[in-house]
């Protein structure tokens, strides 16, 4: 039971860049994500189960969450369909 909490609890953990950050839960089309953004990156963390997700469709919808939370634009987008790290373009009063 330990192991199952412990697998369980890991699945939307933030990196140590991010940690401290309350996330913004956000849901675009069909996945639902959290999202942590400090300075110009967000880390955006899929929480809900999809089969078989393509990271193209999974990037864009990322993108889409970073750029609602943020107010800021996409510059670039790494990872895969569980977490990406997305470079943000933003202003100065945009920064968080």
Do not use: W
């Not at 400090?38 to 189960?49: G, L, M, Q, Y």
Request: with cysteine; glycine share 8%.
């Amino acid at each position: 039971m330990i192991i199952v909490s412990v697998i369980i609890g890991g699945c939307n953990t933030p990196s140590p860049h991010f940690r401290g950050i309350d996330p913004v839960r956000i849901t675009v089309e069909a996945s639902v994500f959290d999202v942590r953004v400090k300075r110009e990156t967000a880390e955006v963390i899929r929480i809900n189960p999809e089969y078989a997700p393509r990271f193209g469709i999974i990037k864009n919808r990322a993108g889409i969450a970073a750029t609602t939370v943020s107010g800021c634009r996409v510059k670039e987008i790494l990872g895969d369909q569980a977490l990406a790290i997305i470079r943000l373009d933003c202003d100065q009063a945009n920064q968080r």
